[in-house]
């Protein structure tokens, strides 16, 4: 396992697209709490790129949560169906433990693998430095800003160790400046990390300005409306014209109206 983050390798145009999780024809269905049964996904098809970011979005109950949980094995599929790498889940909320310190909770993924807490510890802690986090080890959760519980969060499902990170809603509960804070902050990231992430947002803004390519889902069941790939470099700003368009075609995939600002 890695002890620092390091240069994220490019692949050259000659090398052959490898996917971290490709899923085909998933169809899945659930029973709610009154026992009636609920499509959540109808005949998805998509593959995440390795080394690449693929943004899931979608209206509310289009299934983007269950897609994750799918893909990390914490549900199997009614049909069709999923092959990936293992996978790590980062939850809409960071569940950091209040009783560990900012170290410990980081280092949770590494205990649970089978390292004492000395080396848990000693591996987690040069991390710190690198992810903006250093002087805060033996902080409690309760003592952490927003942004600093989900970078330690991050920094949990990061140490796991799986090639394929689930991120779930991870800056949803943030405020506007942090959360463009922590969407700069994951870019720079991940441009020193070799992972393949699959990212769900609500925020069509938000998945353009990290993800290398854009999947739209259609109301529940959801399905795939439109794929837009994104080849804009890094760091990517709003107001960009790029930027801009790419939002207007991913709201007119969702069947939402925008005027000539893209808003």
Known sequence: MPTGLQDRAQPSPQTAISYSASVDSLTHTYTDAHGRAVTALADLSLHATRGRVLAVVGPSGAGKTTLLELICGLQSPTAG????????????????LPWLDALDNAALALRISGLSRKQAR??????FVELGLEGFQSARPHELSGGMRQRVAFL????????????DEPFGALDAITRSQMQRWLTDALAREPRTVVLVTHDVEEAILLADQIVVLSP????????????????RAHTDSHVVALRAQAMRALGLQTDAAGK
Do not use: Y
């Open 81 to 96: 169906s999923i092959s990936c790498e293992p996978a790590a889940l980062m939850p809409q909320r960071d569940l950091l």
């Open 122 to 127: 000693a591996e987690a802690d040069p991390l």
């Open 156 to 167: 949990r499902t990061l140490l796991s160790g799986k090639e394929l990170l689930c991120l």
């Open 220 to 235: 529940r069941p959801g399905r795939l409306v439109a794929k837009i790939d994104v080849t804009l470099p890094h760091p």
